[in-house]
């Protein structure tokens, strides 16, 4: 069984920066993908940004703004927001694919951009 906990959220104005953070606990490893989606008002869930061994994908609205980072010891995966726009705000989701087959959710951090 995995638990993702999301920390971060918050109110930032417009060209601010906020930085998520997602602690796992149990057997989360390298080699699973872990990643952060995000979901507005009245729109579908979207990928934000997804990291396995190393290797990173970003939406493309989000490029050169976001960075996600794993820390593979403490288990946490960040999301470094910057250059935040009214249009990122969300709730933002932590979720981890674990062998490719079974998939977990976080509850969700809220991040709201406004002057």
């Known amino acids: 069984q995995v638990q993702l906990v999301e920390s971060g959220g918050g109110l930032v104005q417009p060209g601010g920066s906020l930085r998520l953070s997602c602690a796992a606990s149990?057997?989360?490893?390298?080699?699973?993908?872990m990643g952060w989606y995000r979901q507005a008002p009245g729109k579908e869930r979207e990928l934000v940004a997804t990291?396995?061994?190393?290797?990173?994908n970003y939406k493309t609205s989000v490029k050169g703004r976001f960075t996600i980072i794993r820390d593979n010891v403490q288990n946490t995966v960040y999301l470094q927001m910057n250059s935040l726009k009214p249009e990122d705000t969300a709730v933002y989701y932590c979720?981890?694919?674990?062998?490719?087959?079974?998939?977990?959710w976080g509850k969700g951090t809220v991040v709201t951009v406004s002057s």
């Open positions: 979720y981890a694919l674990k062998d490719g087959t079974m998939t977990y």
């Open positions: 149990g057997s989360i490893f390298r080699a699973d993908l």
């Open positions: 990291i396995s061994g190393g290797r990173t």
